[in-house]
């Protein structure tokens, strides 16, 4: 879910496209895959398995990249092939740490007035943590695993085939400089064969954790067990959800943190919202489409006018943007049949997103602007209230005046900092706003 346009005229709260970064552009053959076609999503293989890689020319002074395809789990117990970036640090790290906040360093018009008094022997052991990247330390370089915003459904809309090569990674070039590895999946659908289930926590949490898997196999990344999964939007959906599953699915990953920067976490309640915008209408049906290609017992058609099965074509076809400009203005009455919202097929599903990414999981950070519109603020402080009611330590930082798209810029020193006390060689305590 989303920023700012790229498009003149045209409102984009939903889809960042990755960070706020640039429309994603079709590229014919996705960077990497064989001139004979792409592997066979059916073959053999486990979760987490590398099945190929391919250097990215141009990557930024400094870091290395590379375009891969692995395996995750889907819906059954076979793999899908899922694609995705890796980027790995081929500098030294930056020579100083990222603030670790105190009473007296905490940003500017963020809410957290609480953070631990830190020493310098403790800021001292996060800058040696972060001034690893001359040589892979013992055990492997720390990971963040990155889960993106919006782009659609449709093939082109993979975010490692954005153009220019590694757009869609441009926000996490910080965090490879200070010594990480960092991984961004594209979601199993997307960019590979099968469709994307846009919206479905459990098939987006495993792939976020199956990239990791993967990145360990390239022994040029140096990548470690060590992580710590960030989501934006609907990423931050697919972060918690990984978060969730990570140690029942993940068990030979260390999951040190989990950050989730307006988190899609309440599906229901955001797209109750979302309704009365003007595109409204793009969410729902991306939602539908989402619950469908999780149920094939939906026959999506049947809950469509013919201008929802207008739009429904250009979601299958073409990127979030176009979708949203289509729909534009578009009533709910006039695509739906009936409010999906009020379907039973529709409303379980979205109620069980919610429930499967709010569980007990590591150490979690929330990030939210409080002039989101979007992802609302009282829904993400709902879902606060629902991750303490299951023991998960959180630590909530909010920015009053950030709205879903100036939320990341805003949140991104706190970012950084949280990050690296989690990666500490003992991880530091963070704040807890639990009761």
């Given at each position: 879910?989303?920023?700012?346009?790229?498009?003149?005229?045209?409102?984009?709260?939903?889809?960042?496209?990755?960070?706020?970064?640039?429309?994603?552009?079709?590229?014919?053959?996705?960077?990497?895959?064989?001139?004979?076609?792409?592997?066979?999503?059916?073959?053999?293989?486990?979760?987490?398995?590398?099945?190929?890689?391919?250097?990215?020319?141009?990557?930024?002074?400094?870091?290395?990249?590379?375009?891969?395809?692995?395996?995750?789990?889907?819906?059954?117990?076979?793999?899908?092939?899922?694609?995705?970036?890796?980027?790995?640090?081929?500098?030294p790290a930056i020579s100083t740490a990222p603030t670790v906040p105190t009473?007296?360093?905490?940003?500017?018009?963020?809410?957290?007035?609480?953070?631990?008094?830190?020493?310098?022997?403790?800021?001292?052991?996060?800058?040696?943590?972060?001034?690893?990247?001359?040589?892979?330390?013992?055990?492997?370089?720390?990971?963040?695993?990155?889960?993106?915003?919006?782009?659609?459904?449709?093939?082109?809309?993979?975010?490692?085939?954005?153009?220019?090569?590694?757009?869609?990674?441009?926000?996490?070039?910080?965090?490879?400089?200070?010594?990480?590895?960092?991984?961004?999946?594209?979601?199993?659908?997307?960019?590979?064969?099968?469709?994307?289930?846009?919206?479905?926590?459990?098939?987006?949490?495993?792939?976020?954790?199956?990239?990791?898997?993967?990145?360990?196999?390239?022994?040029?990344?140096?990548?470690?067990?060590?992580?710590?999964?960030?989501?934006?939007?609907?990423?931050?959906?697919?972060?918690?959800?990984?978060?969730?599953?990570?140690?029942?699915?993940?068990?030979?990953?260390?999951?040190?943190?989990?950050?989730?920067?307006?988190?899609?976490?309440?599906?229901?309640?955001?797209?109750?919202?979302?309704?009365?915008?003007?595109?409204?209408?793009?969410?729902?049906?991306?939602?539908?489409?989402?619950?469908?290609?999780?149920?094939?017992?939906?026959?999506?058609?049947?809950?469509?006018?013919?201008?929802?099965?207008?739009?429904?074509?250009?979601?299958?076809?073409?990127?979030?943007?176009?979708?949203?400009?289509?729909?534009?203005?578009?009533?709910?009455?006039?695509?739906?049949?009936?409010?999906?919202?009020?379907?039973?097929?529709?409303?379980?599903?979205?109620?069980?997103?919610?429930?499967?990414?709010?569980?007990?999981?590591?150490?979690?950070?929330?990030?939210?602007?409080?002039?989101?519109?979007?992802?609302?603020?009282?829904?993400?402080?709902?879902?606060?209230?629902?991750?303490?009611?299951?023991?998960?330590?959180?630590?909530?930082?909010?920015?009053?005046?950030?709205?879903?798209?100036?939320?990341?810029?805003?949140?991104?020193?706190?970012?950084?900092?949280?990050?690296?006390?989690?990666?500490?060689?003992?991880?530091?305590?963070?704040?807890?706003i639990c009761p």
């Amino acid at each position: 879910m989303s920023g700012d346009s790229p498009r003149r005229g045209m409102r984009l709260p939903l889809i960042v496209l990755l960070l706020g970064l640039v429309p994603l552009t079709a590229c014919g053959r996705p960077a990497g895959a064989s001139p004979d076609g792409p592997p066979s999503p059916s073959g053999p293989g486990r979760p987490g398995d590398l099945v190929e890689q391919t250097e990215v020319r141009g990557a930024p002074p400094g870091i290395r990249a590379w375009r891969i395809v692995y395996r995750s789990r889907t819906f059954s117990s076979s793999t899908a092939l899922v694609s995705g970036l890796v980027l790995a640090p081929t500098a030294p790290a930056i020579s100083t740490a990222p603030t670790v906040p105190t009473a007296k360093t905490v940003p500017t018009g963020s809410t957290v007035t609480t953070a631990s008094t830190v020493t310098t022997a403790t800021v001292t052991t996060v800058t040696t943590a972060l001034s690893t990247a001359t040589a892979v330390p013992t055990g492997g370089r720390r990971v963040v695993s990155f889960a993106h915003g919006t782009t659609g459904v449709a093939d082109s809309c993979a975010p490692s085939v954005a153009e220019p090569p590694l757009a869609a990674a441009a926000w996490t070039f910080s965090l490879v400089r200070a010594g990480y590895v960092v991984t961004l999946t594209d979601y199993a659908g997307l960019g590979t064969p099968g469709e994307h289930a846009i919206y479905v926590a459990g098939p987006e949490g495993r792939a976020a954790l199956d990239i990791v898997r993967a990145a360990r196999a390239i022994r040029a990344s140096g990548a470690g067990r060590d992580v710590v999964l960030w989501g934006y939007s609907q990423g931050g959906q697919a972060a918690l959800s990984a978060g969730a599953q990570a140690t029942a699915y993940a068990p030979d990953l260390q999951v040190r943190g989990v950050i989730a920067t307006a988190p899609l976490a309440d599906l229901p309640a955001s797209l109750t919202a979302l309704e009365h915008h003007s595109d409204g209408v793009a969410y729902l049906l991306l939602a539908m489409i989402g619950a469908a290609d999780a149920d094939h017992r939906i026959n999506l058609n049947s809950y469509l006018t013919p201008k929802g099965r207008r739009l429904l074509a250009i979601a299958r076809t073409r990127c979030a943007p176009d979708l949203l400009a289509a729909s534009n203005g578009v009533p709910v009455g006039a695509a739906f049949r009936q409010n999906p919202l009020r379907l039973a097929p529709f409303a379980t599903a979205f109620a069980r997103q919610r429930d499967e990414v709010t569980r007990r999981m590591a150490p979690t950070l929330i990030l939210q602007g409080d002039r989101d519109t979007v992802i609302r603020r009282q829904d993400t402080d709902r879902v606060v209230r629902r991750l303490c009611a299951t023991g998960t330590t959180v630590d909530y930082r909010r920015y009053p005046q950030a709205n879903h798209g100036t939320v990341l810029g805003a949140s991104m020193t706190d970012l950084t900092s949280w990050t690296a006390r989690r990666f500490a060689p003992h991880p530091l305590a963070v704040t807890d706003i639990c009761p």
